[in-house]
């Protein structure tokens, strides 16, 4: 049954310590409140090198697995949850789509980043995101999704 499926929450992590403490009062409260059995997985990188996204997410997902999570969800630390439903998917899901009024995001057709849901086999079956890449790792990741046939 899904709703016994574990979550692991991974946050990748440079100097937002205001923004971190909000996004974890609000996941928790959120997630407790539709009893979602989780791990939050907070991945820091050194402050002095270049911020790699997809090798703190890669990070973050090894963490996951040692932790027994059936999926994942990889997600921003600045898009605090409102109306997100991170209940398990048996295919890889893009959360982050809807945004506060004001709120200046652009979404695009091969954008698949700032949330996003991975069943665990899934994310090793497209071997996780590019280490390679600063800025575009979202893009490369659902590329490789449409390859993979996920």
Known sequence: MARNKKLGIIVPY????????EFKKSIVKHLNKHKIPYEI???HQDDAKLFNRGMLLNIGFVYSEKLKCDYVVFHDVDMIPMIVDYSYSEIPLH?????????DREIFDEYFGGVTLFPSRY???IDGYSNKYWGCENIVTG???VRAHV
């Open 14 to 21: 440079r100097n937002r310590e205001e923004q971190l403490e």
């Open 41 to 43: 997985i907070i991945v």
């Open 95 to 103: 959360l982050a789509n809807e945004f506060k009024k004001g709120e």
């Open 123 to 125: 994310f090793s079956k």
């Open 143 to 145: 590329k490789q999704i």
